[in-house]
């Protein structure tokens, strides 16, 4: 019981997810600080509440998970559409893991869809451009399938609207918070998984741990950490 419903809690706050980030997006393009800051306050908040909620999982002991892990046959956390789409939606995209959902399955062609969509930075750097940036054509023109890239010049233009416009380090803050947040979900469930399964393959095929730890502190918004050394 435990585990179904920990599941659709986490599935219920992903819908609410990518409902906020598509208000970002609109947003962003129409250049509206205080939305932005708005929404972000309410999605790093939520974040916080799914790292939280790992607590819970990790009262069940690796022998009560053994105890039905067979009767999950291959089903697996790859099956969760909406984490994939949030990670598209972020710009972390990678066409790969379309691999592990099967076409038939509910939610592949939205998949799709969102891998050729435009993302949270690419409505981002439309924000930064209604402040004065000029973005390069490069990231104007790039390919919408591949993952966003880190780019020094919008890094030292960032930089310089910490320094120069204070109302923008809220904004760049609260994007701080999310990336922070939804990294140390990804370490929460890695030691989760670690604790229950220890060094066994997964339910969806993976090689369990180690796949799990190549996402593991990679940043959704690495231009806003590159420079804080600057700072
Ligand atoms: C005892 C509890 C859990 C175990 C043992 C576990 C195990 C795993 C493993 C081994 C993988 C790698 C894919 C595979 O081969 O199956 C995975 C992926 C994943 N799990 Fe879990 N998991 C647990 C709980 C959860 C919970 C509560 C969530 C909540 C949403 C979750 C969400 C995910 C997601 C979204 C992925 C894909 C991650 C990615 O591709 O980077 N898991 N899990």
Redesign the pocket.
Known sequence: ML?II??QT??LW?KELLHEFEKINRDFSAGDLFGAIHTFKRVRTIMKVLVA??DI?ET?TPSS?SSFRDRLETA???Q?VQ??EL?FVLGYKRAA?LH?VKPDFPGYDRLQQRLGERTVIDHFYDFLATRGVQIPEELRNRDLAQPNQPNEQIQAEILRLYQTVPELSILFELMTDWDEGFQEW?YR?IK??ER??GA??????????P??KE?LFKPIFPDLWAIRHKM
């Open positions: 585990f920990i599941h986490y599935e992903f909620q790992i999982l069940m998970f697996s956390g790859f969760s984490f994939r990670e893991t592990y990804r469930h989760l998984v229950t399964i066994k393959h997964g339910t969806g095929g993976s090689p369990g741990v796949f799990l996402s």
